[in-house]
């Protein structure tokens, strides 16, 4: 008896051999992109939550420290999340912001980028000044960096911080319409795949729980004719 899992990837793996279903295996390719992708995002918000909580409290110790550190990767995630090798398992981002956020969001990857990943100088091409990092990690006779340069580490993304928060809060909507999308146009596949015998004994194989799944997945009201009818 094979155990039972929510996850298709067993199934797509059995299937993958017949041509048949090579529609359905690119479906829930690009459904488990989109899910990949607003995974990252929903991680770079709670990221976000965290280093305005930590700078509200005004500590310069804590501020400098964490604060950095959830800033920096907050950028490096956004930026894992928003561009890819293989956009077409994934929401095309720039494709669906509109100009103004798409100026923000070319100017986050490019902080990731020139300043982040790769430090390019004292400046990023955007104009992004790292001066004060700088001196903090120069401190060099082992006396307390001063309370402003901490909290000026603590807040040198304020900018950057409330662009991804609008970025992120204006994605939302648009990366749960689209992967509901992903997932109805999957599923319509899958029903018709199951019209296979070959196929539905591969599914029962898998031991992915169709109707398990469909209870637990949020939204699945108007197809639930994807259910195998009884015989």
């Known amino acids: 008896m094979a155990k039972t899992t929510y996850n298709l990837s067993k199934f797509c793996e059995l299937i993958s051999h017949d041509p048949n279903t090579k529609k359905f295996v690119g479906l829930h390719k690009k459904w488990l992109g989109a899910l990949s992708q607003r995974q990252d995002l929903m991680t770079v918000g709670t990221y976000i939550d965290e280093v305005l909580r930590i700078d509200a409290a005004?500590?310069?110790?804590t501020a400098g420290l964490f604060g950095g550190s959830l800033a920096m990767s907050a950028l490096v995630m956004?930026?894992?999340?928003?561009?890819?090798a293989s956009p077409r398992?994934?929401?095309?981002?720039?494709?669906v912001l509109p100009d103004q956020l798409l100026t923000k969001h070319k100017h986050?990857?490019?902080?990731?980028?020139?300043?982040?990943?790769h430090f390019n100088g004292m400046t990023s091409a955007g104009g992004f000044e790292w001066v004060e990092e700088i001196g903090y990690l120069r401190e060099e006779d082992g006396s307390e960096p001063a309370a402003g340069i901490a909290f000026k580490r603590a807040n040198y993304l304020a900018q950057e911080i409330n662009d991804l928060r609008e970025i992120l809060n204006f994605l939302g909507p648009v990366f749960y319409t689209d992967i509901q999308k992903r997932?109805?146009?999957?599923l319509a596949e899958l029903q018709q795949l199951r019209n296979d015998e070959e196929i539905e004994q591969m599914l029962q194989d898998s031991g992915f729980d169709l109707d398990a799944w469909l209870e637990r997945e949020p939204n699945t009201g108007g197809i639930d004719f994807v259910r195998k009818r009884s015989s």
């Open 108 to 117: 986050l990857i490019d902080v990731r980028n020139e300043v982040m990943a």
């Open 183 to 186: 997932k109805a146009a999957m």
């Open 58 to 61: 005004r500590n310069a110790d």
């Open 89 to 95: 398992s994934r929401i095309v981002v720039k494709d």
């Open 78 to 84: 956004y930026s894992r999340a928003t561009t890819s």
